[in-house]
């Protein structure tokens, strides 16, 4: 079965050309709109593999690479960055936001081709039901979270916001992407919402030895240091 791979570029004529290059054992879908990408990948994520070229029209690019990562299950989907420019300030900031590889045009079309499907046998093998953080075990199957082998009795609303902050600890995730990766197509009003939910997971998981740290104004992390408390 030919793998699933997204091609995201705001310039629309490098779509013909990355389309003449990638090999038929990969099925491309095209896309040169941020928002569409974002909130096609929010209800679907039948795919693989995304391939984005980092030319920004619009400006924020880091920004809107870091909701597409939010977003995405990066247990399953590989993200690659496509850019003309060897930079190396932007390659790393790029991998320190959780992108799985760089490629710097010009490119051959035989190197392109065998880093692409590197990344696809990656990301096809079975995905683990179970992830282990600190003495925190969520069951992905089962949507249960056990810290020390007590079942935390999570809403379903509750695992999936905890889910998503061990899968990039450190990173800092926005309310607006909580709220868009939570109720994809139907966020209206939920904002208040979702801070009850936060509220009640962090006192669910005291016991966790990560951290839920709000950002005022920008949003959530899970972080290693736990805050110190005063008796």
């Known amino acids: 079965m030919r793998a699933n791979i997204i091609y995201f570029d705001e310039k629309i004529e490098n779509h013909i050309k990355i389309q003449k290059a990638i090999s038929d054992k990969f099925k491309a879908t095209y896309y040169n709109d941020r928002d569409l990408l974002i909130k096609t990948l929010s209800k679907n994520q039948n795919v693989d593999l995304i391939l984005i070229d980092d030319y920004a029209e619009k400006g924020n690019f880091f920004e809107f690479l870091n909701d597409l990562l939010i977003v995405i299950d990066k247990l399953q989907v590989g993200v690659i960055l496509l850019s003309a420019e060897d930079n190396v300030e932007n390659r ?26 590197n990344k696809v046998k990656k990301y096809r ?80 998981i005291n016991t966790f030895n990560f951290s839920i740290k709000a950002t005022k104004g920008r949003g959530i992390s899970l972080i290693k240091e736990r805050p110190v408390i005063s008796v």
């Open 125 to 204: 093998k079975p995905s683990a039901l179970e992830l282990k953080v600190g003495n925190l075990i969520l069951n992905i199957s089962d949507q249960k979270a056990y810290i020390d082998g007590e079942d935390k009795l999570l809403t379903p609303i509750e695992f999936k916001v905890l889910l998503t902050l061990v899968r990039s600890p450190n990173r800092l995730h926005s309310k607006d992407s909580l709220i868009n990766s939570l109720w994809p197509g139907g966020a209206y009003g939920k904002s208040k919402s979702i801070d009850t939910h936060i509220c009640n997971l962090r006192k669910k």
């Open 92 to 117: 790393v900031k790029s991998f320190d936001y959780g992108i799985d590889d760089f490629i710097t045009r010009p490119v051959s079309t035989a190197e392109l081709n065998a880093r692409l499907e």
